[in-house]
T-cell receptor, first 112, second 112 residues
Framework: ETGVTQSPTHLIKTRGQQVTLRCSSQ?????VSWYQQALGQGPQFIFQ???????GRGNFPPRFSGLQFPNYSSELNVNALELDDSALYLC???????????FGPGTRLTVT | LAKTTQPISMDSYEGQEVNITCSHN???????ITWYQQFPSQGPRFIIQ???TKVTNEVASLFIPADRKSSTLSLPRVSLSDTAVYYC?????????????FGKGTKLSVKP
């Protein structure tokens, strides 16, 4: 198992609500990336934070936002939830921009 | 961004060697090839990364021909626990993880 943890494990929200997902990175890692994985698909890159600054963003609308804290933990916030936001949200940490990323177990979000 | 093509699925039996080939015809000079493994309801796990020729670790080997337009992940003597989805990714080290694109991967089924 990696040292990356995510909370909560599961979450059910109603369309239009807001949600915050949390991630603690592996010790020594200063970069956190967030991915969305729909059923049967590969993970889709949302954005990355490096030393508390956004360092790349995928094709996701502005209602997906994030933060990275001085201890390199991170949050993913999604506003105005839509049914299509239902997915597994994965957090991955790495040192710098290395492609050797360590993924957490994910948060399963269901929007009804 | 270099696009990759890999088989949707493969079947194997316990004890066999499995080779999964990935095509990346427009790979750039600075791109590395990275493979991840993902079990159901878990985050992907880094397996191996390479640039050219052959790389081997305790889990797998990665073969990359001189033209680098394809690569082959080799899993020796697979077991039932190797049943998973395997992703081939191509991207430039030092760039944002957004340079890494997860496709649908190859679903490997290992049978007894």
């Amino acid at each position: 198992e990696t040292g990356v943890t995510q909370s909560p494990t599961h979450l059910i929200k109603t369309r239009g609500q807001q949600v915050t997902l949390r991630c603690s990175s592996q010790s020594g890692h200063n970069t956190v990336s967030w991915y969305q994985q729909a059923l049967g698909q590969g993970p889709q890159f949302i954005f990355q934070y490096y030393r508390e600054e956004e360092n790349g963003r995928g094709n996701f609308p502005p209602r997906f936002s994030g933060l990275q804290f001085p201890n390199y933990s991170s949050e993913l916030n999604v506003n105005a939830l839509e049914l299509d936001d239902s997915a597994l949200y994965l957090c991955a940490s790495s040192f710098g921009t290395s492609y050797e990323q360590y993924f957490g177990p994910g948060t399963r979000l269901t929007v009804t | 961004l270099a696009k990759t093509t890999q088989p949707i699925s493969m079947d194997s039996y316990e004890g066999q060697e499995v080779n999964i080939t990935c095509s990346h015809n427009n790979i750039a000079t600075n791109d590395y090839i990275t493979w991840y493994q993902q079990f159901p309801s878990q985050g992907p796990r880094f397996i191996i990364q390479g640039y050219k020729t052959k790389v081997t670790n305790e889990v797998a080997s990665l073969f990359i021909p001189a033209d680098r337009k394809s690569s082959t992940l080799s899993l020796p003597r697979v077991s039932l626990s190797d049943t998973a989805v395997y992703y081939c990714l191509v991207g430039r080290e030092g760039g944002s993880q957004g340079n890494l694109i997860f496709g649908k991967g190859t679903k490997l089924s290992v049978k007894p």
